[in-house]
């Protein structure tokens, strides 16, 4: 199993501003997943982060607006920008298992936007 | 792209069996997997169904029909601590493995 630690739990910003998650796993991972899980609904794909490479953004999620960098291969941050209240959601960084079947995740941020 | 499909709300009786369904639509299916999550939580793995058929890990088990595109999770012995949000999920390919979770089945344990 991975262990994976994020940061902040938990944030209230204000519109415009942005902020920037932290993912640090306990083990080297190939691939990082970013996900968004807005009040009482499912969690959506928001980009992969591979190490050495640009991350690969779903549809409907651009580079801009969701920064992510992956200096190493315990590590990963994403940043959400110039926020807005409809940003207001829990962001949810994941790991794949060993054998690719099942992901773990970190305890998530919940970002409360004004 | 993929969709899933299972119920919003599920209300079930301590000591009792519940069964969640999900149908998908999908391209490039490797399998379907399921996850709880508890209110403030995180989402948890529960199993993962690669082929057809039935996988038993303890009180759950999960099904799989890759031709129905139709699979359940099953949950026995209902215990409070069982109330919370489940979620199918399927992985397909995509480049790499990438994972698609369903709208997600609130269960409620009642006594």
């Known amino acids: 199993s991975a262990v994976i630690s994020q940061k902040p739990s938990r944030d209230i910003c204000q519109r415009g501003t942005s902020l920037t998650i932290q993912c640090q796993v306990d083990?080297?991972?190939?691939?990082m997943f970013w996900y968004r899980q807005q009040p009482g609904q499912s969690l959506t794909l928001i980009a992969t982060?591979?190490?050495?490479?640009?991350?690969?953004?779903e549809s409907g999620f651009v580079i801009d607006k969701f920064p992510i960098s992956r200096p190493n291969l315990t590590f990963s941050t994403l940043t959400v920008s110039n926020m807005s209240p409809e940003d207001s959601s829990i962001y949810l960084c994941?790991?794949?298992?060993?054998?690719?079947?099942?992901?773990?995740f970190g305890s998530g941020t919940q970002l409360s936007v004004l | 792209g993929q969709s899933l499909e299972q119920p919003s709300e599920v209300t079930a009786v301590e000591g009792a069996i519940v069964q969640i369904n999900c149908t998908y639509q999908?391209?490039?299916?490797?399998?379907l997997s399921w996850y709880q999550q508890h209110d403030g939580g995180a989402p948890t793995f529960l199993s993962y169904?690669?082929?057809?058929g039935l996988e038993e890990t303890g009180r759950f088990s999960s099904f799989l029909s890759r031709s129905d595109s139709y699979g359940y999770l099953l949950l026995q012995e209902l215990q409070m601590k069982d109330s919370a949000s489940y979620f199918c999920?399927?992985?397909?390919?995509?480049?790499?493995?990438?994972?698609?979770f369903g709208t997600g089945t609130k269960l409620q344990v009642i006594p």
């Open positions: 994941s790991v794949e298992g060993e054998t690719n079947e099942k992901l773990f």
């Open positions: 083990s080297q991972v190939t691939m």
């Open positions: 982060a591979n190490q050495g490479s640009e991350a690969t953004y």
């Open positions: 999908t391209s490039g299916f490797y399998g």
């Open positions: 169904n690669g082929l057809d």
């Open positions: 999920a399927v992985s397909a390919s995509g480049g790499y493995q990438k994972v698609t």
